[in-house]
């Protein structure tokens, strides 16, 4: 079993659709939480980073993290066209500086 | 958020040569540097973490004498794909972080062909 588990989609819904991409992970030790988004052929770019349990919102963003149930999620609000790519969650903790990635949710927005 | 560039963007090379990607922090001094490789639609695979001035730490299966990675400041690090292979040819992307917070930021990304 990995350690982060992601559906790796397609995802497909209409233009100003509030979409929600999940993870689970069964290491408790992790503490850091990020959401980046990837267009294809290019590097990933963060857009959300967490700290433990709670909410965090930015602008159309709002991730959550629930610590008890080893669950993250990343809502998109008003989705954009421009949104679709792939999105990873990623985590660390527990003295691993490296990231651990969930496989990443391929996102298609239709117009 | 913080900028990290990576040149080439794009490289084609024939069997047997050796290619040298590098990654620098723009704005920001990266204490860590990752280097991944991608291949088409699937995740990350992370090569190795390398600190400044120290040697660099290879994931299980990642050969360090072919992948040679050098952090000789704390705002560039390169990989040198010695006597690349077909094989070889991939997305590879590298990340950097200070040692202040956990989030890391990733370069463009460099896609190398081997022929």
């Known amino acids: 079993q990995k350690e982060v588990e992601q559906d790796p989609g397609p995802l497909s819904v209409p233009e100003g659709a509030i979409v929600s991409l999940n993870c689970t992970y069964s290491n408790s030790a992790f503490q850091y939480f990020m959401w980046y988004r990837q267009y294809s052929r290019k590097g990933p770019e963060l857009l959300m980073y967490?700290?433990?349990?709670g909410n965090k919102e930015d602008g159309r963003f709002t991730a959550q993290v629930d610590k008890s149930s080893k669950y993250i999620s990343l809502f998109i609000r008003d989705s954009q066209p421009s949104d679709s790519a792939t999105y990873l969650c990623a985590m660390s903790g527990g003295g691993r500086r490296a990231l651990t990635f969930g496989s990443g949710t391929r996102l298609q927005v239709q117009p | 958020g913080a900028v990290v560039s990576q040149h080439p963007s794009r490289v084609i090379c024939k069997s047997g040569t050796s290619v040298k990607i590098e990654c620098r922090s723009l704005?920001?001094?990266?204490?860590?540097m990752f280097w991944y490789r991608q291949f088409p639609k699937q995740s990350l695979m992370l090569m190795a973490t390398?600190?400044?001035?120290?040697?660099?730490?290879?994931e299980q299966g990642v050969e360090k004498d072919k992948f040679l990675i050098n952090h000789a400041s704390l705002t560039l690090s390169t990989l040198t794909v010695t006597s690349a292979h077909p094989e070889d040819s991939s997305f590879y992307i590298c990340?950097?972080?200070?040692?202040?917070?956990?989030?890391?930021?990733f370069g463009p990304g460099t896609r190398l062909t081997v022929t």
């Open positions: 990340s950097a972080r200070d040692s202040s917070t956990p989030e890391q930021y």
């Open positions: 967490t700290y433990s349990s």
């Open positions: 390398s600190n400044e001035g120290s040697k660099a730490t290879y």
């Open positions: 704005d920001f001094q990266a204490t860590t």
